[in-house]
């Protein structure tokens, strides 16, 4: 929850005047910083409380676009230059599609969606640009969805929903059908999927700025000194 709450802070911070901003921010940062240490709080036993996260999470973290790209990354890098650059080379990849994310928020903010639009659109790029995604991170951004003025988002947010759905399938204990080789290609194929998608919204954004719609836009006869 923290993560989504840092994009909306951002956005927030963007249509703020720049008089109330600091006290924003102060009141922002008291409210993440209650929320983490309660997240936290769990966990003060040792590191080894995480431990299941590894096991339980893992498989599903497989849908992350920039975790494909990574894993790509370090098996070119390890094979040239050994597994520790390969390695270096994966984190690299995940931070740049962060920073890439950071660039894509700035042309959401300053586009002419409404609050709840903006913050759907800027959700859903933030989950498909995480190095670590899971089926559920989808409520981060589907409840926006109907909010969505340009149809081409509200079909990529359910597209996405429905991709994260199915990587649960063969997330049973092994047996039968349900073999690494088939959790494989159902998780790779779902990150692959799920890259395109990114990489088609991140055109259309830095493209258009994601304007609203003409069929929504107000006409020049509506606005103030428009004639009649």
């Known amino acids: 929850m923290i993560v989504p709450a840092l994009a909306l802070w951002l956005w927030w911070i963007a249509h703020t005047e720049r008089a109330k901003r600091a006290r924003h921010v102060i009141t922002h940062f008291l409210l993440v910083g209650a929320a983490a240490v309660a997240a936290v709080t769990p966990y003060i036993a040792g590191w080894h409380t995480l431990t299941p996260f590894a096991s339980l999470g893992g498989v599903e973290s497989w849908a992350s676009p920039s975790h494909l790209v990574g894993r790509g990354a370090q098996a070119i890098v390890s094979l040239a230059a050994g597994s520790n650059a390969g390695a270096e080379a994966a ?48 409520a981060w951004f589907a409840p ?10 509200v079909f990529a ?22 073999t690494p ?48």
């Open 144 to 153: 926006f969805l109907g909010l969505l003025a340009d149809g081409t988002f």
């Open 91 to 138: 984190s690299a990849v995940e931070a740049a599609f962060l920073l890439f994310f950071l660039v894509l928020l700035r042309r959401v903010a300053g586009s002419a969606d409404p609050p709840p639009a903006a913050w759907g659109i800027a959700l859903l790029l933030l989950a498909l640009s995480m190095p670590y995604l899971l089926p559920w991170y989808a």
């Open 181 to 228: 080789a088939v959790m494989d290609g159902v998780h790779y194929g779902a990150a692959s999927a799920l890259l395109v998608v990114l990489f088609f919204l991140a055109s259309r954004v830095l493209r258009n700025g994601h304007p609203v719609p003409a069929a929504v836009r107000p006409s020049p006869s509506a606005a103030p000194g428009g004639n009649a």
């Open 157 to 178: 947010g359910a597209f996405a929903a429905g991709v994260l759905a199915m990587t649960l399938i063969p997330a049973d204990p092994l047996h039968g059908s349900t």
